[in-house]
């Protein structure tokens, strides 16, 4: 089973959550893409669902597929959200932003009931860090962000590059119109305080640490798909 076979297994699995006439989050990356084509496989045979993005690209696909969007304004309280990750720990705990989406990812789970993550059993860790942590900036003031962060992740010893996020020769820009930093810890033994050090820093809009966030993991293997609950 190659790493493709493997998302869409999770991505399978996960259908099994979503109940006619759910008010869905729907996530970005590849793993959510699985998943969106799927969905958009039973909204044809009948089945109704109202999807938020999480994404332009996401928004795209989903139009392209026929799945029925609103904007979060519209549905400011979902049922579920199901979305990716970059890194899994035992706990739940995630790191996202690989696709650039966190901050909208993070304000449509956290308007959720309940996140469901799907990825393939590549992303399930020991202990989060070895994927860089995205850290999403405001352009204005990059510098002084920039050492803040380096400051803060200090204190807590954690070292390594903080790149600044490229599109080619270009510096990439997230859909809310921010610059993302990919912070290369290589190792985050204490996620919470990490945390809170990001959102003490006034230039970070948002990080890819999702703390007590997801409450079930759909994790396919060469086996098949397992779940993981929440501790």
Do not use: W
């Not at 869409?8 to 979503?18: D, G, I």
């Not at 449509?108 to 469901?116: E, F, K, L």
């Not at 962060?149 to 859909?175: P, Q, V, W």
Request: charge should be negative; include cysteine.
């Amino acid at each position: 089973m190659d790493a493709r076979e493997m998302k869409v297994k999770a991505a399978q699995a996960a259908l099994a959550y979503v109940e006619d006439g759910m008010r869905l989050g729907i996530g970005t990356g590849s793993t959510a893409d699985e998943f969106v084509r799927l969905l958009a496989e039973k909204v044809d045979g009948g089945f109704k669902v109202e999807g938020v993005p999480t994404s332009e690209r996401t928004a795209r696909l989903c139009v392209e597929l026929g799945i029925p969007l609103k904007s979060l304004d519209e549905l400011p309280e979902l049922d579920l959200t199901i979305d990716g990750a970059d890194e899994v720990d035992a706990n739940l705990t995630l790191i996202k932003g690989g696709g650039g989406a966190l901050l909208r990812e993070k304000i449509v789970a956290a308007a959720s009931a309940r996140m469901i993550v799907i990825a393939d059993e590549s992303k399930l860790v020991g202990m989060l860090g070895a994927y860089p942590l995205p850290i999403e900036v405001n352009p204005f003031g990059l510098a002084a962000t920039q050492i803040a962060i380096e400051k803060a992740a200090s204190r807590l010893g954690l070292s390594g590059a903080l790149n600044l996020r490229k599109s080619g020769a270009d510096i990439f820009m997230t859909d809310g119109g921010h610059y993302i930093l990919d912070a290369s810890f290589g190792r985050i033994p204490d996620a919470d305080a990490l945390s809170a050090e990001l959102n003490f820093i006034p230039g970070v809009v948002e990080h890819g640490l999702f703390i007590h966030m997801a409450s079930l993991a759909i994790i396919a293997g060469e086996a098949g798909a397992r779940t993981l609950e929440a501790k």
